[in-house]
Every structure is written in C-alpha cells, then in structure tokens.
C-alpha cells in the first residue's frame, strides 16, 4: 500500500511537503503532475528536483505550482520508492495537493507510518525508531536535540563498546574452558575483575543520564505546594508568561489537576498544579493535603510557596513536613509587604534547603528561581555524556537488568566462582545490552514494536 | 565403467554405510530398536579404527560420549572396556565443563567393537564396498556393491567417514587412498555426484607414529592418569577398574625445528595450493602453528601410547603434509625425540563431504526419503562427533520405518542438539568441532547429569535396557531425596559447630542454619560437612556429585532455566517449510536466499543462520504475528 502524507507543520510557512511512499509512489505522481519540461517522471528523474505543476486532471483545475522529487527505493528514508511534493505553505494548498494524492491511489498515513516502514524494511534499528518517534514527539530543541542524536546512533555505539568489553570477557573465559591442554595463558580472576568494574561504570554512566533524558521527554515534573493566598497562581502566571507555553492539557478525569508545559531554556517544565489546595477555602482541608501528598510523591521537583507577611500556621508546618525530604525549593513570597518571621528562621525549620525571596506580584525572584530550576538540572555528573542520554524507558529498564547481572558477575568474581558460572551472568549482561540496540531478539521486543508502532491495528 | 552383471542378494530395512565410530552407533541403535540391519564396512580389520589420535572425550567431547551412552549408545562401554589411562579435565573449574579424556589401547577398541557388533542379534556385518544408493521417487530402494550385490532396503545411512574419494598427501606425493593405507571409495563418490549431490572437499591431518624405544623419556615430564578412575558409561560408575595407567609424556618443539619447517613450507602441499580441502583451524598442523604464531619459541608435544601390546608412540600436535624427508629431520628436533625411529609417516588427507544444510535435523535428506548422513561426510572431525550423528540417524531411520515420530534433540536438551543443530543450520567452512562454548546452556547440559538428562528420552524410543532405565530412576529418586533432606537439617550455632567452620575457613553461624544452605557457601561442600551430619545416608559418589552441584549451582542454574524459556518461545515459532520468503518485504537480500535455501524449522533455527540478522528476525516475527492476526480475524468473522 502506497501511503502519503503532509509533512511539515500545518500553519503559516513558505513551503509544505507532501511526501508518498510505496511501490505506487511515481504512478500517482505522474497522475497529479505535470512537468514544466519533462513530459513524465521517471527513474532517470530519481532524486532529482523537478519544476512542474499539480494538476487536477478530472477538472482540468492547476493546484499549484511545485517541485518535485522522485527518490528511487531502496536507498530512501523508508527504503521504498518515494515522491516528495513541495508545495507553497499554506493550509490549503498542501491540503489541496494531499487530497489529490489521495484521490488518485495513495492511503493517508498513520501518525509515524514513515518511520514504521522504516524500520520495517531494515533502514532502522529499533534504537533508532524509537528516536525518530521521539523527535517526533519532542516537546523541547534540547529533548530534541537528544533523540536526533540517538538517531545518529550514539546510543548503539555505547552500548556496541560495553558490549566488545563484555564480548571479550566472554571469549577468554571460553577458550580457558575449551583448550585447557593447550599453553594458552588462563583468564585470571583479576583480568576479569578489572574488566567488570569497567563495564560497570559504564553502564552506571549511561543510567545516570537516564533521569535527565527522562526530564527532557516527558518534563521536569514539577508541583507547586502552598496554602490558600500564598500566590501560587501569580506564580504560574508568571513562569507561563515569560516562557512560551508548549501545552496546556487538562485530564478529564480529576478535574483538580492541572498540568502545564514551560520551557525554560530548553528544560521542558510540567508544571502540576493542585487545585485541591488552591480552591480549598469551602472544601475540607485534608483532602487537599491529601491529594498533594500523593502528587508530591511523583514529583521530581517541589516549589513550596510560604507568604513572608503573615504568621506560619499549622497548614504551612504541614507543608514544610511534606518537603523536607523532598527535592524542593522554598519561596518565601511578599517580601515587599511587612515581614512576620525571618528568612534565617526559616531556614532553621527546613533545613539544608535553597530559600528564595520573592515577590511574584511585582516580578522580583522569578529570574533567581529559573536559573535555580536550570542549576539543578545540570548538577552533578549528568552533563557528561552530552550524546548519549538515556531518554527510553525501555532502555533504562534493560540498562538496570544490564547492572544488576554485571554486579553479580562481580561479586562471583570476588568469591572465586569458576568461571563458566560466572560467565552466565556476563552474558545476560551481553543479551540485556544487545536489547536495546535490537542486536538480542527478544519476546518483549515485539511486543514494544507492537505497542509502538500500531502495527496491524 | 564396465557394466556388471548384478544379482539380489538380500533384504533389509537399515543399511549402514561404513563401520567408523557414525556407523556403528547408526547400526546398533537400529538393531536395538528391532531392525534388520546390515552395516557393511571396505574393511573389517578398520571397525572402530582411530585413524587419529588415541584418545575419546576431551572438552565438549567427553559430553557427546556421556550423552551417547544415557541414550543407549555403545562408544562409552566399548572405551570403559579398553581405556589405559584415564583424565578428569578443568577440574579446577565449574562441574559443567569438567571433561572427561582417555587414552584407548587402538587395537583392543577395535576389537571388542568388532565382538559387539558379531553379537547383536538382528545384525548383519559385512565387507565389501558400497558403490551405489538406489533410488525410485526420491526414495531409497537399496544398494549396489562392487561385486554386483544388490540389497534391497528401506533406509541408508552414508557414514563414509575419510574413505569418500580419500586423497592422501605426503609432500608433493599424493595419491588415493583411505586413512591409513585403507583403499578409497570412489565409486560412490562418483555416484553420488551424478544423482546431484554438491560434495566438497575437507581435509585432516595426522602426525607420525613412532618406536617407543627411540625415545629419550627422560627429557620429557611424565602426565600420568588420575588416581580415581571415572568411568565412561553411567552402566559403570562404581564399579572398580583395576588397571594399571600408562603415562603419556610432555615435550616441546624447539627454534631449530621451526626453522627447517619454514626452510620447507614451499614444499607443503598446505602452502603451494595443491590441496583445496579446508582443514581444522583449531587443530592445525605444525607448518600452520609456526606460520600463525610465528613469535612462539615452542609449542607443545604429547608422547601416547597407542596401545599395550605395541611399541607404537603418537605424536601429538604435529600432525604435517611436509615431503617424509624434512619429516623425519624436523621430528629429530623435539626435545627427547634426537634419535627417532618413524613407523608411520605424518599425512593430510582430502576427502568428499556433503553441506550439511541439504538434511533435516534428523540427519534425514530433506528430499529424498529415508536417506541419512552421519560423521565426516556432514562436515564434523572427530569420533566423538561422527558417532553422535550415528546414533541420531539409526535412531531416526528405525523410527521412520516404524512409522513414528522423529527423535529430534534441540540446543537446551544436548550436546548432541546443539551439534546437530549448528550441522544443519551454519554452513560449516572447516570440519566442525564440539566445544563447550558451542553450548549456550550447559550449565544445565553437564557430562554428570548425561542420563538424567536422557535416558528417559532412550527408554521410550526402545533403545535404552530396563536394567539402565531403572538404575537411572533411582539414582533420579535418591538425588531428590537427599536434597529434601539437607534442606531439614539444621546447624546450630554451638561453639563445636563454629569451631569447626572457622577451621574451614568459614564464617561462624550466628542463627541457626540448614546444611543444604551451609553447602551453597564456596569455600565448602557435601563431603566435608560430613562431621556436622551425623545420619547421612551412604551414597554414591555420583549422586553425590550431583546433590553437591544441585545446591550449590542452584541460583546460576535457575538464571539458565530462564534463558532456556526464553529460547524456547522462538523455536516453538515454527516456520512453513513451503514458505517463500522472496514474498516477506523487509528482508534482506542475503538473509531471503539464505532462509530460502535451508528452510528453518522455527524462528529460533533462523536466527542461528549466518547472514540473518537480528533485525531480519524481527521482520521474520513481525510477520509470523500479522499472519497470526489476520487468520484471528478470519476466524471470528
């Protein structure tokens, strides 16, 4: 089946791209099309532009004036004959060329057909598909960025290097199991030592990379706690009109959550907003203390909101109770009106936690609590594996068996475990690795094709 | 050829082509199973020859042994009857890849196979020399000898072994011949080629024998046996040999040998391309190891005996296809070996072998019926190997003509699945060896648990006796047992109890603690806590063995379980034979001819394919579940 789609964002722009894949790909584009020089399309066209016009052939009507490419398969994105159609931008007219494509043969795409077939045919690993899917998807440039660069590969080169340690490992023990008459020289339990401890690190690194790359897809959970009044609400409207909203997704299921997306500086915030404790003034307290204690617990990110002018109630110490352990920063917000406790009393009730002073209403500390939500995220280790971000969930689940099994391995190592034990470990750490980069077939493989790519539905 | 006069001579349902190590497991495994069954040998003085090396088992091979007697083979018996030394390799390693090696007295293997063989009952052996496998329909009739015999049959099996247009080379001499001055078959050759039949040409290789007296021993370091004999056959364990063990002996090559090899390697007919056939890499010939790791000083030499009742010494590990001249003056080069006297001239030698990817995993021809292949004509080297294959296809041949299902061994059941499997699946470039590391699951395939493992498999297909099935059953039983009962036995953390493990270098107990899992720690075992089990019941040392591996393995062994479950959902995704995977979109070039060519039985046998990648297994079952669904759907509607 020949299927087609438009492949540019709908809106406003210069060109739009109809794009058609399928073994029907040049018969229907020599049905839409007609060249300005060239009678018809054909191979000797192949990835070539061609000037031309769409013309509506049953209503002798012109659409628009195009260029057009035919790209021979197997060498194109889904490795099979391929039309591209850049059209003026536009809703209409791209609209207007893709029904006519329609018309005459081609079947509308499914959202990541393209990329399905892709795969399908060989033109992607499973590592890859699973980026452009993402990319798809991408809600930030730097979540983005990240899954172009899986698609290039980064992360099969890694595990492909973790895998040759592992590899090696394996070969050495094999052959001192297989010719011990021969003078070889044995695997000594050092050399295998050495060798673990290096396969483990590596696998801790990409694993450490794995709760940004889950930040930058799905955003930087976030929730912010405060009692009735405390400005919440300025304080969202704050961050949403300094940075560009990305989604605004209210779930119709609990009414009383809110979620938000915001971009700052490229880290995708999802802002959760607990109307339970905003609109609590006519409602039982402890629901809402209750619901937020369960958002809480999700939260990779708490910004716990106190008002500076008014005494700290037992609503507040409960919140202070909910942080403490928590990931958090406090605002104490509406320093410009008379302060009733100090911030260094503050601090000693909470704790080792960063306190910011704000005043929401008149926009002073917005800009201190950005750049602290930006520190946080680049702390520590996570920046060093620039590449290769774990963003998968997948991934990160076979990263986690990949750990548990070397460390076995290790520790079997340790003991003096003969060695073809120990070498069962070595290679489910092998086989977990090789899932990720599609090299190990597994069941739960195919059941993440299906699952991904509405294959057969 | 000149037509001969031809006449039947007689009926039979099994003929066996050539009586090495494949044939004779083929021959008795269809007798046993109640058979009339011809095997018919070029020679009867070369049943059960080890034209090669004198001894059975090693690492891998010692497994097929195991396994070929839990199912009723004969090899195990017949080397426990004629063994003169007796090894136990890797000991220093897990239970899974202890191997067990023995040096067998030639001769005496020879002849107490040659007894067994004259003593089974619905077994007829017989010299002479099959030229012809007569076929109608894709079915075998018969054969044809050179004298013009015709027997009628219903099945064959071809296990020529070297004999298939033999080909020797000594240096630029060559002419052909059988292993070790045997007559070749090359009619068969011939015939088999005019029926279609693709052979190419393997080649091995055997070192020179030589007198025993002509050997300086003191220069040498003495390998005796073990002290503790462990029998072959599982029908023998227990049982008390008595023999006195002839040592083998230790020596090495040295700079200047290597330096008249590399003088003379133009002389090679290995080097100077007169031999196509492709040779072992891992058991190379000398010119090979001084050219491959030419920065080694020396390499290896083992001195053994090649019987008791003969002065006959092998070579080990330098096996050559030099001209007999530089043999002799390169030999004269290993330490201890100055004054060597040469009985039998080091050779190569080519010979026929089919791509094993033509048969079916019971070593059946894919098309045409009740034809079968075992041993060196599949591809494989070694004894071991070759009589595996045997047994597989007697077994298969007999069940065929019976009408039942086949007997088929897959890669987390057997050694002898993983080799057939890996025969018929991968094109094999080099005579193809058994390894352990072929093995992906032998923790749970080890050589101790063979009859666990299989005899029950022997006993229902007829071949195993009620004697070794019931003995299996116990020792089944006993195993169990004592693992429930360690399991109850509990150690208290008394001052005698933890002095005793400190002694042992073990931690102190704090809570009280079972001896099952006081055992699982490393540094101790069954048979020294006997002190701490006062009412242990006396077993035998191999159901000791395995109650001792049982526990202490227990956590790896269950990690290979899972891999096995694993393995297992691919090959129950069974492939159509008929399939055409020209009509599969997605796959890749290579991997459609590939599939086309060997047709797969399941989706697990694809993925061992060379040139099918994973991703074209993901096609394969992407597929497999579209067509899955598709009929669901028709179904419904």
């Known amino acids: 089946m020949t299927i087609a789609a438009i492949s540019t964002a709908v809106g406003e722009a210069g060109i739009g791209i109809v794009r058609i894949s399928g073994s029907k790909s040049l018969e229907i584009a020599n049905k839409v099309f007609k060249g300005n020089k060239v009678e018809e399309l054909n191979v000797s066209h192949s990835k070539r532009l061609v000037y031309g016009y769409i013309i509506d052939r049953e209503n002798h009507k012109l659409v628009d004036e195009v260029l057009i490419s035919f790209m021979k398969g197997p060498y194109t994105y889904t490795r099979e004959d391929m039309v591209e159609i850049y059209c003026h931008g536009g809703i209409i007219s791209v609209r207007k060329v893709l ?12 959202p990541g057909e393209f990329t399905k077939r892709a795969f399908l045919n060989g033109r992607l690993d499973l ?14 440039d730097k979540s983005f960025e990240t899954s172009l660069n899986q698609l290039e590969g980064s992360i099969s080169n890694k595990i492909k290097e973790i895998r040759d340690i592992l590899l090696e490992m394996i070969a050495h ?14 695997v000594t339990y050092d050399e295998l030592e050495e060798s673990a401890i290096k396969v483990k690190d590596e696998i801790e690194k990409l694993l450490l990379t794995a709760d940004r790359g889950k930040i930058l897809r799905d955003g930087l959970n976030t929730v912010i706690l405060g009692k009735p009044n405390v400005g919440k609400s300025s304080l969202l409207n704050a961050i949403l009109r300094e940075n560009r909203a990305i989604v605004t997704d209210i779930p119709g299921t609990t009414r009383d959550i809110i979620e938000e997306y915001v971009n700052i500086d490229g880290i995708p915030l999802r802002i959760i907003d607990t109307a339970g404790i905003r609109d609590t003034e006519d409602i039982v307290e402890q629901i809402g203390v209750n619901k937020a204690k369960e958002t809480v617990e999700k939260a990779d990110l708490i910004i716990a909101v106190f008002d500076i002018s008014r005494e700290l109630t037992d609503e507040d110490y409960e919140i202070i109770d909910i942080v403490k352990d928590k990931k958090s920063i406090i605002l104490l917000n509406k320093i410009d009106l008379p302060n009733k406790f100090t911030k260094s009393y503050f601090q000693s009730i909470i704790g080792d936690k960063q306190i910011i002073e704000t005043s929401i209403a008149s926009k002073v ?34 990263l986690e068996k990949a750990l548990e099994n070397i460390n076995q391995a290790l520790d079997d190592i340790k003991n003096y475990v003969p060695i073809d034990c120990i070498e069962v470990d070595l290679k489910n750490c092998w086989e977990n690795l090789g899932e990720i980069s599609g090299d190990t077939i597994g069941e739960d493989i195919l059941d993440k094709i299906f699952a991904e790519f509405c294959i057969g539905k | 050829m000149k037509e001969i006069k031809t006449f039947i001579a007689g009926d039979y349902d099994v003929i066996v082509v050539g009586a090495g190590h494949a044939g004779i497991e083929a021959a008795l495994a269809s007798a046993r199973m109640g058979l009339n069954t011809m095997i018919m040998t070029m020679n009867l003085d070369s049943i059960a020859a080890l034209s090669c090396n004198p001894n059975i088992g090693g690492t891998g091979k010692g497994h097929l042994v195991r396994e070929i007697d839990a199912l009723g083979g004969e090899m195990a018996l017949n080397i426990d009857r004629s063994f003169i030394q007796s090894r136990m390799l890797n000991t220093s390693k897990g239970p899974a890849v202890h191997s067990l090696r023995v040096q067998a007295d030639k001769k005496k293997y020879h002849i107490e196979m040659k007894k067994v063989l004259e003593n089974e009952p619905n077994l007829t052996l017989r010299q002479g020399e099959i030229i012809d496998v007569l076929l109608e329909n894709d079915e075998v009739k018969g054969v044809l000898t050179r004298t013009g015999a015709v027997y009628n049959c219903k099945a064959v099996v071809l296990a020529t072994g070297t004999y298939l247009r033999g080909r020797v080379f000594i240096g630029e001499v060559n002419y052909e011949s059988g292993p070790d001055g045997m007559f070749p078959s090359i009619l068969l050759s011939d015939a088999l080629k005019e029926k279609g039949f693709k052979l190419r040409r393997l080649k091995t290789g055997t070192p020179a024998r030589v007198h025993r007296d002509s050997i300086d021993f003191s220069k040498m370091e003495i390998q005796p046996g073990d002290e503790e004999v462990i029998p072959f056959s599982f029908l023998n364990m227990g049982k008390d040999f008595n023999i006195k063990q002839e040592p083998c002996y230790l020596t090495y090559t040295t700079e200047k040998m290597h330096e008249i090899i590399r003088k003379n390697l133009h002389r090679s007919p290995m080097y100077s391309g007169e031999i196509d056939g492709v040779g072992p890499r891992y058991c190379p010939s000398i010119e090979d190891k001084i050219v491959r790791f030419a920065d080694k000083p020396k390499h290896q030499v083992f001195i053994e005996p090649e019987g008791l009742d003969t002065k006959e010494m092998y070579v080990q590990g330098v096996s050559s296809t030099l001209p007999e001249e530089v043999q002799l003056e390169m030999y004269k080069e290993i330490i201890g070996l100055e004054n060597v006297k040469f009985m039998r001239s080091a050779y190569a030698i080519e010979y026929d072998a089919i791509d094993a990817t033509i048969l079916k995993r019971t070593l059946e021809h894919k098309e045409i019926k009740n034809l079968f292949f075992a041993g060196q004509i599949n591809g494989s080297s070694g004894y071991e190997e070759a009589a595996a294959q045997g047994l597989i296809a007697g077994i298969n041949a007999a069940l065929n003509i019976k009408g039942e299902e086949p007997f088929i061994l897959d890669r987390s059941e057997a050694y002898i699945g993983v080799l057939i499997d890996d025969l018929v699946t991968k094109e094999t470039k080099e005579p193809y060896r058994m390894m352990t590391s072929r093995a992906e699951y032998r923790l749970t395939l080890r050589q101790d648990n063979a009859d666990l493992r299989l005899t029950e498999k022997g006993y229902k297909i007829g071949l195993v006796s009620e004697e070794r099935y019931r003995r299996t ?17 509990q150690i208290n953390p008394t001052k005698e109890n933890n002095d005793f493990l400190e002694n042992l270098n073990s931690t102190p107990i704090k809570s009280p603690m079972s001896l099952y899992d006081l055992i699982k720690r490393p540094e101790l075992g069954y048979d020294m806590l006997q002190v701490l089990d006062p009412n242990r019941p006396e077993l035998l040392r191999e159901i000791r063995l395995q109650v001792e591996t049982e ?18 959902k691919l090959e129950n995704k069974k492939l159509d034979p008929d399939l055409d995977y020209n009509e599969i979109k997605g796959l890749s070039n290579e991997a459609k001819q590939k599939l086309n060519d060997i047709k797969p039985d399941s989706v697990g046998q694809a993925s061992r394919i060379s040139g099918v990648s994973p991703s074209d297994i993901n096609v394969l079952l992407i597929y497999l579940e579209l067509k899955r669904r598709e009929e669901r759907k028709e179904v419904n509607e």
């Open chain 1, 99 to 110: 029904d006519l494509v329609l018309k005459n043969g081609a079947r509308l795409a499914e």
């Open chain 1, 127 to 140: 590592s890859q598909a699973e980026a452009v899917i993402d990319m798809i998807r991408a809600k930030t």
């Open chain 1, 173 to 186: 023990v094999e052959v001192s199991i297989d010719f011990p008459d021969e003078d070889i020289e044995e």
């Open chain 1, 365 to 398: 500390g917005v800009d201190i609590l950005e750049k602290s939500i930006k520190d946080l995220f680049y702390s520590g280790e996570v920046e060093i594996y620039s590449d290769a971000v774990i963003t998968n969930v997948r991934h990160k689940n076979q």
């Open chain 2, 473 to 489: 059953l116990e020792k089944k039983e006993a195993i169990e047992k004592e693992l429930e009962r360690l399991k109850k036995v």
């Open chain 2, 551 to 568: 526990i202490k393995y227990e956590g790896y062994i269950k990690k290979q379980m899972m891999q096995i479950e694993q393995f297992k």
